[in-house]
Structures are given as C-alpha cells and as structure tokens.
Nanobody, 132 residues
Framework: QVNLAESGGGLVQAGVSLRLSCAAS????????MGWFRQAPGKEREFVAA????????YYAASVKGRFTISRDNVGNTVYLQMNNLKPEDTAIYYC?????????????????????????WGQGTQVTVSS
C-alpha cells in the first residue's frame, strides 16, 4: 500500500509560478513511476506529466509542455510539479499517482502512460486556482 499526500496548491494570479509536492509513504518509492493528473470543474481527469523510476525520463501533456516540470527525490520520497506561467485554464484539482507496473509508464505508448488505469495509488488532490 502506498499513501500519497499532495500539497502546495493555492489561489494565484495568471503568469506566476507554483510548485506542488507529493509525499509518498513507502520504503520502495524508487520502484514506482509517478504521475500527475488534474481535474477541472465539469471535466474528466486528465494526464499532466509522468516521470520514470530513476527520474531521468519525463513525459508531458502537450498543454503543459514547456511550462511544467516534473521531478522526484527518491531519498525524500517526494515527487514535484513545478508550474510556471500559470494560466486560468490550469485551474483544477491536481492529483499525484503511483504506478505499480513500470512497463505501463516507461514505454513507447503515450496512450497507456496517460491512462488513469495505469496507476494504482492516488492522493486526495490539491486545489490550484489561477485568476486572470
């Protein structure tokens, strides 16, 4: 069992930066590829970014590529999402997730990597609101 706890959300103005953190309660954190998803009001949850177990390979949704950066600290059992140049359309609840099967994430199949079902453990989410 892996418990995930997000933090760092808040109300910000467009154009500023925010960093989300996700702390994992497991001794085997480095064995899990990690991902970030978000869910805007009235919309389905969508993939934002993912990172390999080592942290060397990172994947992004087209909508955030170039503005968001995912990273991880395998010593501190934490994954981060640095969000720059925030836009009102980034307003959502942000969730981190852990995948028990690395092959679903660290592959050449972006559809699989972006699928909620490829992740086994989820946090409760943190709200990010970007005002214009």
């Amino acid at each position: 069992q892996v418990n995930l706890a997000e933090s760092g959300g808040g109300l910000v103005q467009a154009g500023v930066s925010l960093r989300l953190s996700c702390a994992a309660s497991t001794r085997t954190f480095s064995s899990f590829p990690m991902g970030w998803f978000r869910q805007a009001p009235g919309k389905e949850r969508e993939f934002v970014a993912a990172i390999s177990r080592s942290g060397y390979i990172r994947y992004y949704a087209a909508s955030v590529k170039g503005r968001f950066t995912i990273s991880r600290d395998n010593v501190g059992n934490t994954v981060y999402l640095q969000m720059n140049n925030l836009k009102p359309e980034d307003t959502a609840i942000y969730y981190c997730a852990a995948a028990a099967d690395p092959s679903k994430i660290e592959s050449d199949f972006p559809v699989t990597r972006a699928r909620e079902g490829s992740y086994d453990y989820w946090g409760q989410g943190t709200q990010v609101t970007v005002s214009s």
